[in-house]
């Protein structure tokens, strides 16, 4: 197999036109400088997507595994709702809540003039959203397996519930927790429905790779462009499912657990 | 001297005890399912009782009718486990700083000041402190735990069949261990057990339990 990758300028009558040619086998693909752009957006939103849910995807995922409290079956409905309810359902509540003259955009707005919906930040906040019930699930599941009777030992020790959490409970976890985060920055990285109507598709500002994708299958010389950028996430998912699976493996590797 | 006064009712089981172990070491003896564990459970704290009573010197860690219930980590115990419960992500010796580490405060009027060299000493275990405690054997483990729990410098010992999970040779090359922690660090100990030979070698007190129930109790470590 023989890789190549290079960049260059195009000269023409567009000087922002920058390509990126990557070469497997002889077969190039090149991407377009709105192509790269797009794929730069997707990144940077589904990594703060995932970076800023994950404290809380790990608290709820927590309190869900381990406490019993009233109306836990309730948060465990919110927290599944984006799973079921239809992408662009999910979207238009967002653009509600927290559109300019919604009931926290107003307030966001007025107050420190934060401005979400048809921003990047907006996305991120949709790729969150629609991420979270994997995340927390994943959490869940690997603070579930935690054995308690190691936690009942912590205590005799004299550890405190948050001594506990950060000293036993979260480093047995810990394979989980990436895995889930990773399996959530995959799905955040692809989120198309609650993004575009939330925030819609504005280039090089809310155009992220799927819609980037949408725009090139609505026209009818797109079908070169539409591959390209199949072939791009299809690649980039992998990655993150490989990242993932490899991490959870070296995790577990160090901590001598199964 | 520690008073326990414990009312539990479970589907197929029924504990009903009121008892004071003054010994230094005080063995609760009976046979396996008689309700042993949980009373050393409630003591902990690990368990509640329905209604009940739980008074350690001049501390009261549990009083149902007073709606006391001091949390385990506030209890000032160590509490070795049958199954030793060495922590799988931490080498011994980290296991053996857990207290340290979580314990903002200590207590100081209650406890007794455990000297790290001497509980790696007594217990010799110095060869295993950069080992992972999943590459250590039964023996090894409980030998651990019990430093471990030592060294959170426990006002009172908790014993849970230390012994029961190990083949006839190993229990042997252990019990002396656990004199030598009697003698040396002179702890007041709840110990539970089945095997009337452990218990004899042990205890000071001997307090026989049956069936949820107290059956008989008795200075001395010879039982009658």
Redesign the interface.
């Known amino acids: 197999m023989r890789w190549q990758l290079s960049a260059m300028g195009m000269t023409g009558r567009d000087s922002r036109y920058i390509c990126l040619n990557i070469s497997l086998n002889g077969c190039s693909v090149i991407l377009t400088s709105s192509d790269i752009s797009a794929l730069l957006l997707s990144v940077r939103v589904a990594s703060v997507a995932t970076f800023v849910s994950l404290p809380f995807a790990v608290a709820v995922a927590y309190v869900l595994a381990r406490r019993r409290f009233w109306g836990k079956g309730l948060l465990n409905i919110i927290v599944h709702i984006p799973l079921v309810l239809p992408p662009v359902v999910t979207g238009y509540i967002l653009l509600l809540l927290f559109g300019r003259q919604g009931v926290i955009g107003y307030w966001l707005d007025s107050c420190c003039s934060i401005v979400l919906s048809f921003h990047w930040t907006g996305a991120a906040l949709a790729a969150a959203i629609m991420s979270f019930p994997l995340t927390v699930r994943a959490i869940r599941l690997s603070i579930e397996a935690v054995d308690t ?2 936690e ?9 519930p948050w ?2 959490f950060a ?2 409970t979260l ?2 976890a810990l394979p989980g927790v990436c895995a889930g985060a990773l399996l959530g920055f995959a799905k955040a990285l692809g989120e198309f429905g609650a993004t575009i109507t939330f925030v819609g598709n504005i280039p090089d500002e809310t155009r992220t790779l799927a819609s980037a994708l949408y725009v090139y299958t609505q026209s009818a010389s797109g079908d070169e462009g539409a591959f390209r950028l199949t072939l791009v996430s299809l690649a980039l998912s992998v990655l993150a499912l490989a990242l993932s699976e490899w991490m959870a493996q070296r995790l577990a590797d160090k ?3 199964r | 001297m520690i008073e326990i006064k414990a009312k539990l009712t479970l589907s197929s089981f029924e504990l009903d005890v009121d008892v004071a172990c003054e010994g230094l070491v005080t063995a609760l003896f009976g046979p396996s399912g008689s309700g042993k564990t949980t009373i050393l459970k409630i003591v902990a704290g690990l368990a509640q009782p329905h209604t009940g009573f739980v008074r350690f010197n001049d501390e009261i860690w549990f009083d149902s009718a007073r709606m006391i219930n001091v949390p385990a980590h506030h209890r000032h115990i160590g509490y070795v486990f049958q199954d030793a419960r060495l922590f799988p992500h931490l080498s011994v010796r980290h296991n053996l700083m857990f207290s340290q580490w979580v314990r903002r405060q200590r207590a100081p009027h209650l406890t007794k000041r455990i000297d790290w060299d001497d509980v790696i000493d007594v217990l010799g275990i110095a060869h295993l402190l950069e080992r992972s405690p999943l590459t250590l054997s039964g023996g090894e483990q409980q030998r651990i735990a019990l430093a471990r729990a030592l060294l959170s410098h426990p006002a009172l010992l908790l014993m849970d069949e230390p012994l029961a999970a190990l083949d006839a040779q190993r229990r042997d090359e252990i019990l002396p261990y656990i004199e030598r922690v009697k003698k040396t660090f002179s702890i007041p100990t709840l110990y539970v057990s089945h095997a009337r030979d452990e218990v004899e070698r042990i205890a000071d007190e001997i307090i026989r339990i049956d069936e949820g129930k107290i059956m008989q109790r008795q200075r001395g470590s010879i039982l009658i």
């Open positions: 009777r190691l009942d030992a912590a205590a005799t020790l004299g550890a405190g001594s506990c000293y036993v480093p047995l901590t001598g657990l």
